[in-house]
Each structure stands twice: as C-alpha cells, then as structure tokens.
C-alpha cells in the first residue's frame, strides 16, 4: 500500500478542528446565523428581488436588433404585452367599442406605459379577429424591456387588468411584462415535500428530536439562502422561477447532509462517545463526505458558466447558493445544534420505530449484495437494460422554450394566450421584429416595401406590419406573425428562413437588418444552448472522474462512476421528454398541452445530478474502499460496505424523491418538468444503480477496481473523505443508521 493511502485521524482534519470549535462555542455559532437570517431577510425585504427571465444575450441577432431599437427607436425598444379582449356582443358594436376604447385610456395611464394601440387605430382591422368577431386585442407598449421594469408594477398592472372585467367584456392580459408580475404560489409543494422527509426521518430515526434537527437546519438556512438570492439579482439576470428551484434544491440536500451527520452522530453516542467526541467524529466522517460531495455540486453548477447566456448564470448562482448555505449550516450550526441537543438527541422516541444497530450481516442489504454479486452478468445486464430502455426517448428530446401556452390555467396570461390563439392563430402570442437602418433615410422606404411583400408571401406568415420609421427616418420596425406558436417546431424553421430570405432581398440596399423580438430570443438563446451542451457534459464528466481518481486512488472506479452517472442522468431525461412532450400520463402529472422540453433543463438537470449521485458515490465507495484497505477481499468489502450504507443512502434518497417529486403537483410546468427529471434520476440512481450495477460491475471486475498506476499515483494528489478512527471509534467509521 502507498503512504499516501493512508487517511488522517480525526485529531489532524481541519474540518474536526471546525467540529470542535462548533461545538464548544455553540452559542455564538447559533447568535452568528441568527443575525446573519435577520440581517439577510431584512435586507431582502427593503430592496427587493428584480427576477428577469432574459432568454437572449451576448451577440445574437436578437440581441443585436434590441441594441439598435434602443439606440435610434427607443420608443419601440421596450416589450409590448397584449390587451385581449372577449366581448359578448361583437366588438364593433358601439357598447363594445366604447368599453374597449376605455379600456385601453385606462392602461395608457399605468407606469411604464408609453402607449396603447387599439384594434380600431388603423384601417385595416388586424387587432380584430376574422374567426371570431368577439375577440379583438391591443398591444400595449413600454417603455423598457421586461428586464428592467420592476416587479412590483407588473405585479399591480396584473391586479388592475382583472378589475377591468365587466359582465359585458372580459379582459386578459398577456406577454412577458406580464407574466413577471403573475403571482406564483409553491408553498403547498415544498410544504408535501417537507412533511415527507419528516415521515421518513422519523421512521429512520425513530425520534422527534432526532428528526427535528435535521429538518430546522436544512429550513434555516435555506430560508438565509433564498434573501440572499434576492439580494444577488439585483447583479445579475435571474429567472423568476429560480428562487423556488434554488428551495427544492437546497430542501434535499441540506436535509440529506444533515442526515448523514445526524445519523453519525447518534452511532457514536450508542458506541459510548461522550456528545463532543461524537460531534467531532461526525464531522471528521461524514461532515468530510458532505464537503467533498457539496463541493462537487458547485464545481458542476459552475459548468454552467460555459454557456455564456446571462439567464444561466442566474440559474446556477441561485441553485450554488442554496448548496453553499446548506452546506455550511451543515458542518457550523449543525454541531453546535447537536452540542445543544447532547444526550436528549433521541428523546421522544416512538414505539417500535426506534431500532438498535446490529450484525450488518444479517441485514437485507448484506444478503442482498450476495445475491447480486453470485449473478452478477444476469442482475448487472436487467438493470442496464432497464435503464437503456427508460433512456430511448432521449433521442427524441426537442429543445425549445415553452410559451404562455403552457401556464396554469388560473393566469391572466393563459386566457390571453388562449383568447388570441382562437381568435389570430397562436403565432399571434410570439410577433418577431425586423428592425431595420435605413442610411438613406426615406430612400431607403421601397427596400422595405420589398422586405413586406416578400415575408407576406411566405406561407408560414399571418400578418406582416407596414414599416413603422423613427423620427428621425434612419430606423425602422416591420411586425412579423407567424402562423404557429413561438414554441412549434414551424415558428423555429421560420425565424431562420425570415433571417436567410431578409438580407438576400436588401442585398445592394445599403439596408441592415436584424430579426428581433422575444420568440427570436428564445430561438437564439436555445440555439446556443444545444451547441454548448455537450461541452458542458464534457467538462464536468472530465472533473468528476480526475476527482473520484484521486479519492479512490483507481482508474476503474471513476469511469465506472461516470458511466453509471450518465445512464442515470439518460434515464431522466427519457422520462421528461416521455412525459412532457410525448404526453404520456400527461393528465396524471397534469402537464397541460405536450410542449418541448425548455433547453436550459437537460443542463442544469445535469450539473445538479451528476454533482449529487456523488453523494452516494462517495458514502459508499469510501465505506468500501475503508474495508478493501483491511481486508484485501474485494467481495467481503463490496457486501459488507453496502450493507453498512443501505439504509443511511435510502433515507436519503427517499428524501430527495420526495422534495422532489413533490414540485409535480404545481402548478408551473417548467418547475413540474424539473422535480420529475430529479426525482426520476434520484430514485434510479439510488436503487438500480447503487443496489446492483454497483456491487454487480465491482463483482466482476475484482481486483481490477483498485489497479491504480504508480507513475498515477505519484502524479495525482491525494483527497481523502476518510479518517483514521481510534479504537474503541474504529468499528463505527463509515456504517450505516442505527438498527
């Protein structure tokens, strides 16, 4: 055996300094988060969050068209929300007419609104349906993008829309600037979620102290992590619907990490240690696994930072510090809540559920692991093509925001969207902008003649505008309506034809031109995010690996790892795209429409997920690798650290399914989509791969698993997750939960 594998004791961990200093300063430690939440929260509350759901940036063409609609139209620059209204009578009626004339004085006179234009503005009637003479919209201008027109007055101008229904008009509202001031509510699914982790910590535990400890960290700091976030968005883009990810995040980890210190900490006190040696080893054990682990979730969230889209960065910065809070209540409050708790760690026990630890031998994970490991070619194959199959769909997947369309159908801008889609066609929720220099000023006029009749007679468009010119003639605005929905799979193919067919007409002119608008964002944003995709996958399958290897000190081990990870994380993304754009137990999960799978969720579902299988990478491997560093019987140690970490990695992974699995009964889909790909990738990579790939590939290749280079070995740098524990500690380093 090389020196460098032998671990540290628990003297040497800085971590068990950390535990120690915790513990006897417990206190303080508790004052210090006490006014870190009440100086965050208070600090949230006065500037309050600006979230944004930007979906375009960098040097796209979108972008570009912005850019110049700011500098030379600012009138136009700004996004438009749409007015649609249902009359009972026809809307040309003169009742009809005057309430809607009234209806759109009354919005022209809200903040930020630069102007309102009506369907009886202009000769040619296109804001009045054809289909359905009932149905007429307005489109509402201001002054600025949804970026920057604050919360708190779309959030009143929501408000104020639905004061304007009568018995004889109905009125919704719709776009971007509103959909950022629609109230969305998640309480009830975080709340399902937490209850069931207080079942299952319960029955694990079988002790309402020991439960409670773990819950109250995990909801402490999640709750400084959450003021935090808002306080960040203030410096860069965050999606509205990032803060109630970062909590279903920061829900399962946190009390997964609370868990495993929990759960060592108890198993010292029923070996005899005194609270403080208990603290102590807890953290020099599994606090040193929880750091490792949190820690590769945030090296993996950082892959985010590839994409170079601002919306991104808002996502992976909210989920890394919900992780980072969590993680560090984890290892600071939480020994110093233990330090408080002593003893009395498993008062309030209920009858029956509060068990002893006994011979692992004898427990079902230990035969189980036997059973596995004499078929190891027949189990090991069932599982791979379990996930194989669950994985198929995949191929199928088609990255695409989805559109108002898909919104609970509560919200002022599902009727909208629903409203002009019946009346205009869907293409009428997604308009593209073709803005235009002109160097020659009214010259310039027949080049754009040319640009319209050439778009009218593609037959993917339903309305093309007469240019709209700035005052001072050198820029222009030409409103383009698709036929189909900003999220159809036609409406992509018809941006890029748009984008080919403008600049062969001005060839000559002199005339630039950019296809603009937030369906053309979207377009660009998701264009960049399939090609950067794979470069992401690629940097974090590379850091992973280089890390487990120097952990584990094998090559084996860490592209089995990887390998397991990927199938895993596959078999997630099957489900989605099964579920919510192949519709299958659509009306189960209550999806709605089937839409395409929005295509920041395969990269950040993957950044999250390879980070946290770590988790149960690193607590079992490090349990048995400690008995194969004994031993030298590769079975005995797969068996037996399996057996020791069974019931420990299925509390946990029951934890996390149900945060979760819990966002499924929400009512927004893109939140819906992701707790289902994470509790999917969760429950399958804690059962068919932890319970038999695992111990099934580890059978076969025996020895094998351990072969590690020499000239590897003097290269990589060690990074342990184990200690070397004194007797009479040593039998309970790495085991599972009390029995």
């Not at 209850?195 to 400890?213: D, R």
């Not at 040696?277 to 696994?289: E, H, K, M, N, P």
């Not at 984890?330 to 330090?339: D, E, F, I």
């Amino acid at each position: 055996m090389s020196s460098k594998e032998f671990p540290p004791t628990v003297e040497t961990t800085k971590i068990g300094r950390l535990a120690r200093l915790c513990y006897d300063h417990r206190r303080l430690v508790l004052l210090g988060w006490i006014v870190a939440f009440i100086v965050l929260n208070v600090l949230a509350a006065g500037v309050k969050g600006t979230f944004n759901d930007k979906f375009s940036g960098g040097n796209s063409q979108s972008q570009l068209a912005q850019n110049l609609l700011t500098k030379n139209f600012p009138a136009r620059a700004g996004d438009t929300a749409n007015a649609v209204f249902r009359s009972k009578a026809a809307v040309t009626s003169p009742d009809a007419m005057a309430a809607i004339n009234q209806v759109d004085q009354q919005l022209a006179r809200q903040p930020h609104v630069t102007g309102v234009k009506g369907p009886f503005d202009q000769g040619d009637q296109s804001q009045i349906s054809r289909i359905d003479p009932h149905i007429a919209y307005s489109v509402i201008q201001f002054d600025t993008t949804t970026q920057n027109l604050p919360k708190a007055d779309m959030t009143k101008l929501v408000t104020f829309g639905k004061s304007l229904n009568s018995a004889t008009l109905e009125v919704e509202l719709g776009g971007q600037p509103i959909e950022k001031g629609q109230a969305f509510s998640f309480g009830s699914a975080e709340g399902v979620g937490v209850l069931a982790a207080v079942v299952i910590l319960l029955i694990a535990f079988g002790s309402f102290v020991a439960m409670g400890v773990p819950i109250l960290t995990a909801l402490f700091s999640l709750g400084a992590a959450v003021a935090l976030i808002d306080l960040v968005s203030h410096l860069v883009t965050i999606p509205t619907f990032a803060t109630e990810l970062a909590a279903m995040i920061g829900i399962g980890v946190g009390i997964d990490y609370a868990l495993f210190i929990v759960t060592r900490y108890r198993q010292g006190l029923h070996d005899g240690s005194q609270p403080e040696d208990a603290v102590i080893l807890s953290l020099a054990t599994s606090g040193r696994a929880v750091l490792f682990a949190g820690t590769t979730v945030i090296i993996s969230l950082f892959g985010m930072m590839l994409m170079g889209l601002s919306f991104v960065y808002g996502l992976a910065f909210s989920a890394i510090i919900a992780v980072v809070m969590v993680m560090a209540a984890a290892l600071t409050l939480l020994p110093a809540v233990l330090g408080f708790a002593g003893q009395n760690i498993d008062k309030l026990r209920i009858p029956l559920l509060h068990h002893h630890r006994g011979d692992t031998r004898q427990t079902l994970a230990w035969r189980w692991s036997r059973v596995i490991q004499r078929h190891p070619w027949r189990s090991g194959g069932a599982a791979l093509l379990v996930l194989v199959v669950f994985s198929l769909p995949l191929f199928s997947m088609r990255l695409a925001f989805s559109d108002s369309g898909n919104d609970p159908t509560t919200f002022t801008t599902r009727h909208a969207y629903d409203l002009l889609a019946q009346g205009f066609g869907p293409g009428t929720n997604g308009p593209l902008l073709v803005a235009a220099t002109l160097p020659h000023g009214a010259a310039d006029q027949a080049a754009l003649d040319k640009v319209v009749s050439t778009l009218q007679g593609d037959p993917d468009a339903a309305f093309v505008s007469p240019p709209s010119l700035n005052p001072a003639g050198n820029t222009a605005v030409i409103v383009v309506i698709p036929k189909t929905a900003p999220e159809a799979a036609a409406t992509q193919s018809f941006v890029h034809r748009v984008r080919s067919t403008v600049p062969q007409v001005l060839a000559g002119t002199g005339v630039t031109a950019y296809v603009g608008g937030l369906t053309a964002g979207g377009v660009d944003a998701s264009n960049q995010l399939s090609h950067r995709l794979f470069l992401v996958i690629g940097g974090v399958v590379i850091l992973s690996f280089l890390l487990l290897m120097a952990v584990f000190r094998s090559v084996a081990v860490p592209v089995k790892a990887a390998v397991m990870n990927l199938l895993s994380i596959g078999a997630a993304y099957g489900v989605i795209v099964a579920v919510f754009q192949w519709g299958w137990l659509g009306s189960f999960f209550g999806i709605g429409k089937v839409a395409p799978v929005d295509p920041w969720v395969p990269l950040m579902l993957f950044t999250i997920l390879f980070g946290l299988s770590m988790d149960y990478e690193v607590f079992l491997l490090s349990r048995i690798r400690e008995e194969w560093l004994k031993s030298g019987d590769n079975a005995t140690a797969v068996a037996d650290g399996l057996a020791q970490t069974a019931r420990v990695i299925t509390a946990a992974a029951a934890i996390m399914v149900c945060v979760f699995g819990s966002f499924v009964l929400g009512d927004l889909r893109i939140l819906k989509l992701f707790g289902l790909g994470l509790a999917t990738a969760v429950l399958v990579d804690a059962s068919l791969v932890r319970m038999v790939l695992v111990p099934a590939t580890m059978e076969l290749l025996g020895k094998a698993n351990w072969w590690f280079p020499k000239w590897l070995d003097r290269a990589v740098p060690t990074l342990s997750v184990e200690v070397v524990v004194p007797e009479p500690e040593r039998e309970l380093a790495g085991a599972g939960a009390p029995r």
